[in-house]
């Protein structure tokens, strides 16, 4: 069975959904299932705050499930400190994906 890695990362805008498509083939050429919460963005509205929180409340329960949690960018949001903390109170391992990892392994992709 793969691992379920839960991807932590900025998303923010839309446009960044793109990014977690990168994210997302990354773990999985590394042989692992991502867990994306990102892809509520696609039927959320971010500038909702009702949406907004239902989305952030649905990513935290996705961690549940997840054997890890990889951290992806150069940023980290107060939105990803919370997902952290709660993979730490979970004992879920946090691993830091480095870009040039990323790029090993998916080429000019990433």
Known sequence: MMKRIYVCAECGE???L???K???RYVL?????PVVPHFYA???DDAIPKEREIGLAAGLNLLWICDEAWVFGST???EMKAEIQF???LNIPIRVVQQEEMQK???GCS
């Open 18 to 20: 793109e990014q977690m």
């Open 14 to 16: 839309k446009e960044n």
């Open 22 to 24: 990168a994210y997302s």
């Open 105 to 107: 392994v998916l080429g």
């Open 29 to 33: 050429m590394r042989g692992a299932a």
């Open 76 to 78: 980290v949001t107060e």
């Open 42 to 44: 696609l039927c959320l």
């Open 87 to 89: 993979c730490k109170s």
